[in-house]
Nanobody, 112 residues
Framework: QVQPVESGGGLVQAGLSLTLSCTAPGRILSIYTIAWYRQAPGKQREFVAR???????DYADSVRGRFAISRHNAKNTNYLQMNRLTPEDTAVYYCKVGNSLWGQGTQVTVSS
C-alpha cells in the first residue's frame, strides 16, 4: 500500500493561516473519503475534518468555522486550509485516505 503524503506544515504565528495538502498516487483521492486528524504530544489522535467523494464535508467542533477541507481532483490533491490558528492547533497533522491509508504526518506549530 502506498501512503498518502502530507505537506505544508510549519511554524506560524497565532491568528494567521496555513494550508496543508495531501496527495496520493493515481486518482485515489477522487473516489475515497479523505480525512484529517491531528495528534499533539501526550494526547490522543483526534479527528479534524473529512470530505467524501461527493464533496460533503464535516468538521470537529474545535475547528468548525476556521478550517476548510477541499479537494482538487485534477491535481490528485486534498487541502486543509486552516485560518485564525491558535496554539491549541499545534500538532502533527495526518491525512487518511479511505479506511486505512495514513500519511506520515506534517508538523504544525502555532506560536503566541
Amino acid at each position: 500500500q502506498v501512503q498518502p503524503v502530507e505537506s505544508g506544515g510549519g511554524l506560524v504565528q497565532a491568528g494567521l493561516s496555513l494550508t496543508l495538502s495531501c496527495t496520493a498516487p493515481g486518482r485515489i483521492l477522487s473516489i475515497y473519503t479523505i480525512a484529517w486528524y491531528r495528534q499533539a504530544p501526550g494526547k490522543q489522535r483526534e479527528f479534524v475534518a473529512r470530505i467524501n467523494s461527493g464533496g460533503s464535508a464535516d468538521y470537529a467542533d474545535s475547528v468548525r468555522g476556521r478550517f476548510a477541507i477541499s479537494r482538487h481532483n485534477a491535481k490528485n490533491t486534498n487541502y486543509l486550509q486552516m485560518n485564525r490558528l491558535t496554539p491549541e492547533d499545534t500538532a502533527v497533522y495526518y491525512c487518511k485516505v479511505g479506511n486505512s491509508l495514513w500519511g506520515q504526518g506534517t508538523q504544525v506549530t502555532v506560536s503566541s
